[in-house]
């Protein structure tokens, strides 16, 4: 068994990423994202209330797994609910949060659609799907596309969406407990400038500094969106962005 699994994490990882043509019509012009991955708690605590404050409707990729466990770490189904019909972008993080990239092809599968079958069970309809770890190849985008997401946010973690990126391979720039506010500064500015898309990545924000890499404080995620407004920036959902960014690219069945 394990040298046929490693052929297919082999053969997978050396097929184009654009092999089905998803990147679509190109609409040069400057979006932001903010995404959130795991669902933790601390984001509906510390993130959203800033959201609320300024305007803002982010992206929240949930683990689906944990809508059915009792873990204070991680937001419940209530909660989770309360962001999507308050207008916030929720989208699948996977099932079990497994790096799709080294899964067998049945695994992957299922990671894919029953994580989009839990959130509809709680009258969710997921559109965007990010990669556990960031974790994709051939099959993975192929299943997410095949399960009906619109997009996925994928392998490259420290880059800007644009003229050449596959919609279900969308880039992102990961904020850590290293990132400073200068540094998100100069991603805003520099996405403005070239017409990229930009989507700042966040996991954990807290309160306080903490030595838990992907995190930020909560001062840190109010100076970035106050830059944001005071750039006039275009500040949008996953989602919708993708709508704006590449007009037509649609899901379409693959059957």
């Known amino acids: ?62 683990i689906t797994k944990t809508l059915n466990e009792s873990n204070s770490a991680r937001m419940n189904r209530g909660q989770v609910f309360q962001l999507y019909a308050d207008g916030q972008e929720i989208g699948s993080h996977g099932r079990n949060h497994l790096d799709l990239a080294f899964c067998w092809p049945w695994t992957i599968k299922y990671e894919i659609e029953q994580s989009k079958k839990d959130l509809h069970n709680i009258g969710i309809d997921a559109n965007s799907f990010a990669y556990p770890d960031g974790g994709s190849n051939f099959l993975a985008r192929y299943y997410v596309r095949q399960a009906g997401y619109a997009n996925g946010r994928g392998t490259p973690r420290d880059g800007y969406t644009g003229v050449n990126t596959d919609q279900y391979n969308l880039c992102c720039k990961y904020v850590v407990n290293t990132t400073t506010v200068n540094e998100i500064k100069n991603w805003v500015d520099e996405s403005k ?25 909560r001062k840190t995620f109010k100076e970035i969106c106050l830059y944001l407004k005071s750039k006039n920036a275009a500040v949008l959902p996953v989602g919708q962005a993708l709508k704006r960014y590449f007009p037509a690219s649609q899901p379409k069945n693959l059957n």
């Not at 017409?195 to 404080?217: D, M, P, R």
Request: net charge positive; glycine share 6%; charged share 15%.
């Open 1 to 62: 068994m394990k040298p046929l699994f490693l052929f297919c994490v082999i053969f997978t990882s050396f097929i184009p990423d654009n092999i089905f043509g998803l990147v679509g019509s190109y609409a040069k012009t400057s979006m932001v994202s903010i995404a959130f991955d795991d669902g933790n708690t601390n984001q509906y605590i510390n993130a959203l209330p800033i959201l609320d404050s300024i305007g803002y409707k982010a992206t929240f990729y949930i």
């Open 193 to 217: 400038r070239k017409g990229y898309w930009l989507i700042l990545l966040f996991h954990a924000v807290n309160k306080s500094e903490s030595n838990y890499q992907f995190s930020c404080t």
